[in-house]
């Protein structure tokens, strides 16, 4: 008859491990083994026994010899990879042009401090630098024509006719003059006028530095101006080198096409941008201090490419100051946001409602609550509007030091790849 005999291992807490063998007695029947034995067993008689080694306290012993600490091994500074290997958190590739590793990860350069009028932060720079080229003469840079209608606030020869030499004085009497299609010059100064575009025109200042236009928010034959600039709808309209501000909103576009190329929208007393409908474009500007919202958009497409949106302030009861907003009415809103930067707004940094969001190397930092109730304050948030989700793509973005969430979602989804949430 053959015997089969059984191991038993014990490993307790501060007592070692011991390693018995017990004869079960006679067996009516067994395998033959012969000589070979099973990973992790030994040949021991006429049987395969397991191999255990003897481990010190706080190690178990591991089949086929050595031992293992009891519990999760650590990884100092990195994860454990599934084939058991510690590897180091953080990216596999190389940092950006303009991003380095920080805290193990790559985020990008930016100045410490906020930028002063007429400048701005650059995702990927640690300095300010000029909302557009101021260039020399009374029209700097800009590229005229003999089409060309031209404005000059400090003009004071009489008989404006929009011509380089008689320039008007106003924007609007330029806008008013201007058939479809043209360009309107406009030489550095205060202009204090709420602009109604009526016609697709391209309107370009000097530079943002030196081209302010205020608006009233008076009443006027037509009716309160509730925008320093509205734009007409099927209108194609572009606006450069501005700085745009008043009591009420910055800019308004409701099913018309435009295009913000190096434009300050700043303190307003309503939100900066609202697009209705709209495709909107804004490049290399900056929309600060505003509001309520920094830029709105219900429907439509918006696209925003190097584009700062800070520091949006409460309405006067103390509620919102988001950043940017999109949301749906009817359709799928989409938005876009490559090297932005979204920081010290109220409330929300950047919320969407149905909408699908790509955003790529951009950073949405130190959303603050906001005052009332002293809630929110969360970085990004994608909500579901009825049975439609958001649709959220991230890609080599910092979310940073915002009070209350980095992300949030609400009924929505998003992929994230290299991304930061901290």
């Known amino acids: 008859p053959q015997r089969t005999i059984l191991l038993l291992s014990f490993t307790l ?5 011991s390693t018995q063998l017990v004869d079960s007695g006679p067996s009516e029947a067994g395998p033959e083994l012969g000589n070979g034995c099973a990973p992790g067993l030994t040949s021991a008689g006429p049987a395969c026994v397991p191999i255990f080694d003897h481990c010190p306290a706080g190690q178990l012993a591991r089949l ?3 031992c293992d600490p009891v519990g999760v091994e650590e990884c100092p500074g990195g994860l454990r990879a599934p084939d058991g290997v510690c590897r180091p958190v953080g990216p596999g590739v190389s940092c950006l042009a303009g991003w380095s590793v ?6 990008p350069r930016l100045p410490a401090a906020p930028c002063a009028a007429g400048m701005s932060e650059v995702v990927g720079q640690d300095s300010c630098r000029p909302i557009g080229d101021c260039g020399n003469g009374v029209y700097g840079t800009i590229s005229t024509g003999p089409q060309t209608l031209f404005v000059n606030a400090a003009y004071a020869g009489g008989g404006s006719n929009g011509s380089a030499a008689k320039p008007f ?4 009497d330029a806008l008013q003059t201007a058939p479809a299609g043209a360009q309107v010059a406009v030489a550095a100064g205060r202009y204090i006028e709420d602009l109604a575009v009526t016609k697709s025109v391209n309107l370009q200042g000097r530079c943002a530095s030196m081209v302010e236009v205020a608006g009233t928010g008076i009443p006027s034959s037509t009716g309160v101006a509730e925008s320093t600039v509205s734009v007409s709808p099927g209108q194609t309209v572009t606006l450069q080198g501005l700085t745009i501000t008043g009591p009420k909103r910055g800019i308004s576009v409701t099913k018309a096409k435009l295009t913000l190329v190096q434009v300050a929208v700043t303190g307003c007393g309503d939100a900066g941008v609202v697009a209705a409908g709209a495709t909107l474009i804004i490049n290399d500007s900056r929309i600060a201090a505003n509001r309520g919202r920094g830029v709105s958009l219900e429907d439509g497409d918006a696209t925003l490419e190097r584009v700062v949106i800070r520091d949006t302030a409460p309405f006067a009861d103390n509620t919102f100051g988001t950043g940017v907003q999109a949301d749906t009415l009817s359709g799928t809103p989409r938005l876009t946001m490559r090297d932005c930067l979204v920081a010290g707004n109220r409330h929300l940094g950047l919320a969407v409602r149905g909408t699908e969001l790509v955003l790529e190397r951009t950073v949405i930092k130190d959303t603050l609550p906001q005052l009332k109730g002293q809630s929110y304050g969360y970085g990004l948030v994608g909500y579901r509007k009825g049975a439609q989700p958001s649709k959220l793509t991230l890609k080599d973005c910092v979310l940073s030091g915002n009070h209350s969430s980095g992300l949030v979602l609400h009924g929505s989804e ?7 949430v901290r």
């Open 13 to 17: 807490a501060g007592c070692g491990s």
């Open 64 to 66: 086929g010899g050595g």
């Open 102 to 107: 920080k805290e193990r990860w790559c985020e």
């Open 169 to 172: 004085v106003r924007i609007g």
């Open 414 to 420: 998003a992929t994230l790849d290299r991304v930061v």
